[in-house]
């Protein structure tokens, strides 16, 4: 590789939809046999998994854009437009400050990508969100429907084995004691007055696992009553499933 070659950084990222883990691995692989026949040098990869490309907040996005102002970066590489963003707003943002710092943006689909793309595939990728919204939620209420379980596992809940194949019950779910002995803890020290705060705290001092064994925090505890987060305020523990 001579001096003279173009610096690239890559980024690759798979969504909650697709749950592969194996996919920022192949995005990059490929990513770096374009910019070897390219004659490019890659200077750093940046990856986010199961995050939506509509967030903006993406740890690896962020270190990507960072790179960008740095002034030591020539390329921004990715598979294709849809994995930098899915966002028509955060697609533009990219662009103009790619633009401003004299990066270009390529991708293994598409090539170098320019303005007129970013218009075009922005609207596509922002439509491509939406449906697959649709599509989750028309699969979740049939599921309910049919008395199954529409999302992920709360908290005190697993999902049941049958023991004649070894296999899960996908869709089933049934409760985990030694879990749901915490949850009840929680609602009943709630209700002698203790503060979602005072609950974490000690629940971390006992060094009691939380959900996915991360420390116990506030929002853990109570989350947020409108959208129906945190142990608190999740009404599946009132029997209602939604």
């Not at 943002?93 to 007129?116: K, P």
Request: aromatic share 6%.
């Amino acid at each position: 590789m001579t001096s003279t070659a173009r610096r690239a950084v890559i980024y690759a990222r798979f969504s909650t939809d697709m749950q592969n883990a194996n996919s920022t691995r192949d995005q990059i692989a490929s990513c770096r046999a374009f910019a070897e026949t390219n004659g490019w040098e890659v200077l750093e990869t940046f990856e986010d998994a199961a995050i939506s490309g509509a967030n903006r907040g993406r740890p690896g996005y962020q270190k990507m854009m960072q790179a960008v102002k740095s002034g030591l970066v020539d390329i921004v590489l990715a598979e294709g437009t849809s994995r930098l963003n899915r966002s028509q707003e955060l697609s533009a943002n990219l662009f103009a400050v790619c633009d401003f710092n004299g990066v270009e943006i390529h991708t293994v689909a598409d090539g170098r990508i320019e303005e007129i793309h970013i218009g075009m595939k922005g609207t596509m990728d922002a439509l491509q969100i939406k449906r697959t919204s649709q599509e989750v939620h028309r699969g979740q209420t049939g599921r309910i429907k049919d008395g199954l379980s529409a999302g992920g596992l709360s908290f005190g809940y697993r999902i049941p084995v049958d023991p004649s194949t070894g296999l899960r019950k996908t869709g089933q779910t049934e409760i985990n004691e030694a879990q749901a002995i915490i949850v009840k803890r929680i609602f009943r020290e709630f209700a002698d007055g203790n503060s979602p705060r005072a609950i974490a705290h000690q629940l971390n001092k006992e060094h009691i696992p939380a959900p996915r064994g991360r420390a116990w925090k506030v929002n853990t505890i109570y989350g947020n009553a409108a959208r129906g987060t945190g142990i608190l305020n999740n009404q599946l523990y009132a029997g209602i499933r939604v």
